[in-house]
T-cell receptor, first 115, second 112 residues
């Protein structure tokens, strides 16, 4: 089965610039997650979509981060403007239903460096 | 939200020995506890999980135990091999906040 696809793999930008990440979940998976993983820490949930609706975005810094999942499939995460502390790996994951006791499938992530 | 603490942060073991990682959580209603392995530069991958109605689960050299009363669960790796070297994350599905919260990770190094 095809996995979760993410792009780009790496991105280097200067602070105050904008950046966007793309994610294509496993076909048929209703739930999509964006996690931020800072070096040396566990993944932190930024936003969770159920189909094209937002389930949880309580930890998304909404003054600079935005995300959308049009048509309930692909998703984009945007940062505008970026700060130094946004340097991290951004992981996208998907699951079949989103009931909570199911396996999450992760993409390879986008490693963002903000200079 | 769910507070997940993971210990130790680093673990070095001799090849063939066992490794144990422990996690504690705060929400007594949490009901799903997966463990993910992340090799350097790669994606996290599920290696084993346990649900709240089970006390122990094994899969070859890997086992997970759950103590709901004490709100902690542990990952046990027996007969460690060099390919077990990685970062291991525990996670908890919070019944009340309805999301998967991760521990800070344990870097396991298996010495040949």
């Amino acid at each position: 089965e095809a996995g979760v696809a993410q792009s780009p793999r790496y991105k280097i930008i200067e602070k105050r610039q904008s950046v966007a990440f793309w994610c294509n979940p496993i076909s048929g998976h209703a739930t999509l997650y964006w996690y931020q993983q800072i070096l040396g820490q566990g993944p932190k949930l930024l936003i969770q979509f159920q189909n094209n609706g937002v389930v949880d975005d309580s930890q998304l810094p909404k003054d600079r981060f935005s995300a959308e999942r049009l048509k309930g499939v692909d998703s984009t995460l945007k940062i505008q403007p970026a700060k130094l502390e946004d340097s991290a790996v951004y992981l996208c994951a998907s699951s079949l239903v989103g009931t909570g006791n199911e396996k999450l499938f992760f993409g390879s992530g986008t490693q963002l460096s903000v200079l | 939200g769910e507070n997940v603490e993971q210990h130790p942060s680093t673990l070095s073991v001799q090849e063939g020995d066992s490794a144990v990682i422990k996690c504690t959580y705060s929400d007594s209603a949490s009901n799903y506890f997966p463990w993910y392995k992340q090799e350097l530069g790669k994606r996290p991958q599920l290696i084993i999980d346990i649900r709240s109605n089970v006390g122990e689960k094994k899969d070859q050299r890997i086992a997970v135990t759950l103590n709901k009363t004490a709100k902690h669960f542990s990952l046990h790796i027996t007969e460690t091999q060099p390919e077990d070297s990685a970062v291991y994350f525990c996670a908890v599905w919070g019944f009340n906040d309805y999301k998967l919260s991760f521990g800070a990770g344990t870097t396991v190094t298996v010495r040949a």
